[in-house]
């Protein structure tokens, strides 16, 4: 049997909140949605239906387990606009002024992204939060290494979520092992 095509339909069943349209173009009062009872069904990771609970009920397929969030909210993924995914492991480690925290905690953490073994392990950790958080795309910055970003978006296409990343152009204020050239950052991007 082809294990990409077993259908694995499930759903979630709360109130939602979602547009029609764009918000920021079209009046919200008429393209906010708002489901008090609502039901989101997914197949293979995809949202396939969705609406007021009673009317996807009827076009539920038999046996599919609904997960009810009485007292919680359904939305849209969350989007995060700027986020340097290799600072991860340096979170909270804070107290300084900005360069000297870079001199001391992020540059060192980001010399370890050379590895790809290590980059694809807090990639990993990232893209988790990412999802425990409901992050689902994100604009987000690598280290010079193209490993970084390999890694990144390696495991966010496993895992079908949306990244726009690229590696980090830095040729000053850092040490040597994470300086790059403008040609090199071209040839690597």
Request: proline share 6%.
């Amino acid at each position: 049997m082809d294990v990409c095509a077993v259908d694995h339909t499930s759903a979630i069943r709360g109130a939602l909140l979602t547009f029609t349209g764009d918000p920021f173009t079209d009046d919200p009062r008429v393209v906010l949605r708002y489901e008090r009872d609502a039901i989101v069904v997914m197949a293979n990771g995809r949202i396939v239906d969705c609406g007021p609970a009673a009317e996807v009920t009827a076009r539920l397929p038999a046996g599919t387990p609904i997960t009810h969030y009485g007292n919680a909210l359904i939305s849209a993924g969350f989007i995060d606009a700027h986020v340097h995914y290799p600072q991860l492991p340096v979170i909270g480690a804070g107290g300084k002024p900005l360069l000297e925290w870079l001199t001391a905690c992020t540059f060192p953490a980001e010399a370890r992204y050379a590895d790809i073994d290590y980059a694809r392990s807090v990639a990993a950790r990232y893209l988790d939060e990412n999802l425990r958080q409901g992050i689902t795309t994100a604009a987000v910055f690598g280290t010079v290494h193209p490993a970084s970003v390999d890694a990144l978006f390696e495991d966010a296409q496993r895992r079908g979520l949306r990244m726009i990343a690229g590696k980090v152009l830095m040729d000053r204020h850092a040490p040597p092992e994470l300086l790059d050239t403008a040609t090199r950052g071209y040839d690597e991007s």
